[in-house]
């Protein structure tokens, strides 16, 4: 047992005796798990003083053999052991240590946070006591399929896990922080419940009040006032008694993200949400998008801080059930070709459909919503968490769209960051997990599935407008390599702040996507 899987262990003994004997029994897995999310992270990014060998096979500049199982990209599941120079290892982060590869430090520190609180997620996960949206959101145990930082969460110690995490099934008690209303950033109308005369009362997560509010001399108005369920983000939130879901910040990293929300993110939440919403009625309406309905962020220091800030989000709607994609699981599909193929065509006529006007959706599992009907299968998809999506004012103005007034950031006319967006989540992650899912390694299966997300594909470009700009992602999205994210890089010491990006095969391109 590694050092921090003790403290772990010694925390829980402490404050969940109950849960010990699930946690050491679920350590193995967790590192089988982990590790199979790094052997992915290995094959395919470029790590300095790694090189690919075979398929299976890697080469460091030591000249040591590091080998495993053929794994593609998109294959989900664990690995008991990866060898290097013959001799297996189990652990993660004691094999990254052992490649003694430059400037990975803080990865090795990340994969051993998240082989602790994996196993502390599988250790208290219960089975969903219903079918309510909040129940699929809870139903994640494990985190990003593909990120080895999947369930990364340091600062977060284990009895805050168990009280604050969405796969432990809490009740979390939001408090009310007081802050004078004429210093507050407000976007869209706050609603008047959080209004007590001059003063704003934004919400806050327990967590930050209890490690964030102190440093700033900040306490709450009221402790324990709103008691809701936490989504698969940790931070948002959706109350017991109903109304708008709360996106809160917890300002610690998580995965490999610091869960703040920035000013910026404040002040373009609700122009954001009337864009998506526009150009999904244009698109036919086929995408929901939970717009946000209003943000607030405080003052510290004379600047509104990312540490005193709150958005409220339109509740999941639809009828059914409605579910992340990361919540979809093999029982769900009785037919998985026909639950793809339904997939497949409402994701990719949506997204491709808002690509060719302007937008390109970061649409992974956790922001991709599908509701299902009476017969099992997808019939709406709903977006959400609208701060990640690149708009580009030149593809917009070419369709007579105004560009909203929204962060620099978010802005970009370079097709290869609109594809990089897009189609690295939806193909790279959000295809790749359901078909890995569904397919279960059995290679023939996953081509059929593959070649029916292809003609979903193909059917989506030929309803859509012969443009340079529609005849552009055509061609990226069938090409014989795909641009996704780039985890391990991304956590390597001395990496810039944010995303880093890498090229992969791309299983829609070549003869599947002609």
Known sequence: MRRLEGEFAAELALVRPGLSARYAAALPGARAAVLGRLWRGLLYEPLPGLKAAGPARLLLADGRELTGRERRPYD???????????????????????????CTDRLIEDLDHSVASMALSRAGASPPPGDTPEDHEQSVVDGHPYHPGCRNRPGVSVAEQLAYMPEHRPTVALDLLALPLRDCLVSGPWPASLVDGDRLLLPVHPWQTRHVLPALGLRPHVTGAIRARPLMSVRTLAPLGGGPHLKTAFTTRMTSGVRDISPGSVRDCVPLSSLLTTLSARCGGGLRIARYLSGAAGLVNGEHSADLSCMLREPTPGKGPVLPVAAVTRAMAHDPAAWLAAFARLALTDTLGMLALGVALEAHGQNLL????EDGLPYRLIYRDLADVRISPARLARNGIESPPVSARLLSDDPAVLHAKLFGSLAGTTFGSLVALFGQRDRAVERRLWAIVAAAAREAFEALPDTPDVRADRNALFGERIVVKAHLVA?????????????????????QGT
């Open 76 to 102: 989900l599941g664990e690995e008991p052991a990866l060898w290097l120079d013959g001799r297996p290892h189990t652990h993660p982060a004691e094999l990254l240590a052992a490649l003694r590869l430059p």
């Open 491 to 511: 956590r390597l010491d001395g990496a810039p702040p944010g995303d880093s990006w890498t090229g992969q095969p791309n299983f829609l391109g070549g003869r």
């Open 370 to 373: 599908v509701a299902l009907g």
